[in-house]
């Protein structure tokens, strides 16, 4: 009589207890106008095909959030990021940021020490750094491009960090890509940009 009695309390017991699904991690995109769909329609843009690609390879434990601002700089992208941080929680951060410092002149140590404090508040929070680099047209002087330029490589060596070492590798000197203010790339050059940042970000899943 006890050990019939003991079955159905088991399967009782069995078929209550809650499901709980595993909390989607999220990707943080965090950048300028290159990375918030300046001047192009939103569902052209390259985080947008970043989502699309993660559900159409099965990746349905990622969630994509675009905290891009255009027009934002490394000092901005310093002075936000707690906040960011803590807002999204996020698992993964894509940093891309430091062009528009690069235009303006910006001093080469002060790139550099604000894109090392993003990172440095990130991995505090154990979150997986993909640094997206960055190149200046040679107008701009041989000596800053150059350094401009290491300072990407620079950071992912001293921090450890995975590297997209340009984000616009094999079409920058392309019109056909960019917008006529030949800065911002259009719709067609969405799609190159995803495989470019693709390539080295999925990798950093193996982690998650």
């Known amino acids: 009589m006890k050990k019939n009695i003991l079955i159905p309390l088991l399967l009782l017991i069995v078929f209550t207890i809650p499901i709980v699904k595993a909390t989607p991690t999220t990707i943080l995109v965090y950048g300028d106008s290159l990375s918030a769909n300046f001047g192009i329609p939103i569902e052209t843009g390259w ?97 800053y491009t150059q350094k401009f330029k290491e300072i990407f490589i620079r950071l992912a060596n001293d921090y450890q960090i995975p590297l997209v070492p340009f984000l616009f590798e094999g079409f920058a000197g392309n019109p056909d890509f960019f917008l006529t203010d030949r800065l911002h790339p259009n719709e067609i050059a969405q799609p190159k940009i995803l495989e470019i940042i693709w390539q080295v970000l999925e990798p950093i899943f193996k982690k998650h």
């Open 47 to 143: 985080v947008t095909l970043l989502a699309q690609r993660l559900k159409d390879n099965q990746y349905t434990h990622y969630h994509v959030v675009n905290a891009s601002i255009s027009g934002e700089t490394t000092l901005g992208g310093r002075n936000r990021i707690n906040q960011t941080l803590a807002a999204h929680n996020p698992g993964i951060i894509i940093i891309e940021l430091g062009a528009n410092d690069g235009l303006r002149g910006t001093a080469i140590q002060t790139i550099y020490d604000n894109l090392a404090t993003i990172i440095k508040r990130s991995q505090e929070n154990n979150i997986s750094v993909l640094l997206v680099g960055m190149q200046l047209p040679p107008n701009y002087g041989m000596s």
